[in-house]
């Protein structure tokens, strides 16, 4: 089965850090881009950031960069996000999802993680 | 570029003709627009992409058209399960999604 699942949420004081991994199973992970997409609660989605089937490419959101690092190991079947200097207004869900080919951008996303909450709160 | 989402709320009955619209700020390469569902609870599921592309195990009462700035998603009979919210996405060099469409029942 398919399966993308997120872990490392949780409550963090502003200005903390924390990071992200999404495990995937079911596919030929190195295969894929991945992204990663937060949605505040009782919003929309907001796509924050994607990278390549190697590593080698980036891209980042106005709203992360600088803050959030995307990152993945493909020995693993894992992709991660670092998240730094987290305000208020990071409180989200966080999902990981695969792209429907190797690029970091320029790709849809066919499957999806169930989520990690991150909440920023002193 | 910025995508907009009409209507906000579309209220609609089972076996209804639903019509959600995106629309862009800028000319979109169709190749790089795709909608998503989400229910409650639940994480988005990709429907179309390309504009007018279904996605592995959607089904044919989904349909995906337009070009340029403007792109419908189109449920042709709704199903009880069709209910939630819809988002388009352009996913050119800077990914974004639109604010979404709530489809309720009536």
């Known amino acids: 089965e398919v399966q993308l699942v997120e872990s490392g949420g949780g409550v963090v004081r502003p200005g903390g850090s924390l990071r992200l991994s999404c495990a995937a199973s079911g596919f030929t992970f190195d295969d894929y881009g991945m992204s990663w997409v937060r949605q505040a609660p009782g919003k929309g989605l907001e796509w924050i950031s994607g990278?390549?089937?190697?590593?080698?490419?980036?891209v980042y959101a106005d709203s992360v960069m600088g803050r959030f690092t995307i990152s993945r190991d493909n020995a693993k079947n894992s992709l991660y996000l670092q998240m730094n200097s987290l305000r208020a207004e990071d409180t989200a869900l966080y999902y990981c999802?695969?792209?429907?080919?190797?690029?970091?951008?320029?790709?849809?996303?066919?499957?999806w993680g169930q989520g990690t909450m991150v909440t920023v709160s002193s | 570029i910025v995508l907009t989402q009409s209507p906000g709320t579309l209220s609609l009955s089972p076996g209804e003709r639903a019509t959600l619209s995106c629309r862009a700020s800028q000319s979109i390469s169709s190749s790089y627009l795709a909608w998503y569902q989400q229910k409650p609870g639940q994480a988005p599921r990709l429907l179309i992409y390309g504009a007018s592309s279904r996605a592995t195990g959607i089904p044919d009462r989904f349909s995906g058209s337009g070009s340029g700035t403007d792109f419908t998603l189109t449920i042709s009979r709704l199903e009880p399960e069709d209910f939630a919210v819809y988002y388009c996405q352009q996913y050119g060099s800077s990914p974004r999604f639109g604010p979404g469409t709530k489809v309720d029942i009536k």
């Open positions: 999802a695969r792209g429907d080919n190797a690029d970091y951008r320029w790709n849809a996303l066919d499957i």
């Open positions: 990278i390549n089937w190697n590593g080698g490419s980036t």
